[in-house]
T-cell receptor, first 114, second 110 residues
Framework: GAGVSQSPSNKVTEKGKDVELRCDPISGHTALYWYRQSLGQGLEFLIYFQGNSAPDKSGLPSDRFSAERTGGSVSTLTIQRTQQEDSAVYLC????????????FGPGTRLTVT | DAKTTQPPSMDCAEGRAANLPCNHSTISGNEYVYWYRQIHSQGPQYIIHGLKNNETNEMASLIITEDRKSSTLILPHATLRDTAVYYCIVRETRGYALNFGKGTSLLVTP
């Protein structure tokens, strides 16, 4: 079946511009997560959605970052006024529920801020 | 969540079993042990998880010691495509975000 998909696969943007990254989770998965991975670093949790509950935004690094999940399915991560330190691979994952259900990851969006 | 300790790198010959250790001495009773891997330029891939008993699936086996303070991921017949960074993650039942740490970089050689 279809896995988690993300678009675009690559995004190059100028410093100060806004960007939107999209995630299509696996159908039927109620939980959705965003992580980011900077060059040579581990994965950093950003935000978590579970069903209709309020999202856990505790991992967002600044108020320039926000995310939405519409209709319990597709999610968009928005970064406003991008900075060079925002350059990273942004990964989306989904799962059938919370622990102990495994998370399935998409291929990621590589964001480069010039 | 409990902290895990893994060797930074390991080598394994193709066709041989790869045994990847993980120490999690501060694990508590309601924390699961998860293994994921990340092949270069790809998103992480779930491998296996367990609580107390040993587990096996089509990808690997997970051996958890009786005191649960350590575990070993076994890839029974490693192939070149198994070259990746392997992450051992301990996660409480209420948790959801995965703390990937540094992992073990496994190189499978011909």
């Amino acid at each position: 079946g279809a896995g988690v998909s993300q678009s675009p696969s690559n995004k190059v943007t100028e410093k100060g511009k806004d960007v939107e990254l999209r995630c299509d989770p696996i159908s039927g998965h109620t939980a959705l997560y965003w992580y980011r991975q900077s060059l040579g670093q581990g994965l950093e949790f950003l935000i978590y959605f579970q069903g209709n509950s309020a999202p856990d935004k505790s991992g967002l690094p600044s108020d320039r970052f926000s995310a939405e999940r519409t209709g319990g399915s597709v999610s968009t991560l928005t970064i406003q006024r991008t900075q060079q330190e925002d350059s990273a691979v942004y990964l989306c994952a989904s799962s059938f529920g919370t622990n102990p259900y495994e998370q399935y990851f998409g291929p990621g969006t590589r964001l480069t801020v010039t | 969540d409990a902290k895990t300790t893994q060797p930074p790198s390991m080598d394994c010959a193709e066709g041989r079993a790869a045994n990847l250790p993980c120490n999690h001495s501060t694990i508590s009773g309601n924390e699961y042990v998860y293994w994921y891997r990340q092949i270069h330029s790809q998103g992480p891939q779930y491998i296996i998880h367990g609580l107390k008993n040993n587990e096996t699936n089509e990808m690997a086996s997970l051996i958890i010691t009786e005191d649960r303070k350590s575990s070993t991921l076994i890839l029974p017949h490693a192939t070149l495509r198994d070259t990746a960074v392997y992450y051992c993650i301990v996660r409480e039942t209420r948790g959801y975000a995965l703390n990937f740490g540094k992992g073990t970089s496994l190189l499978v050689t011909p």
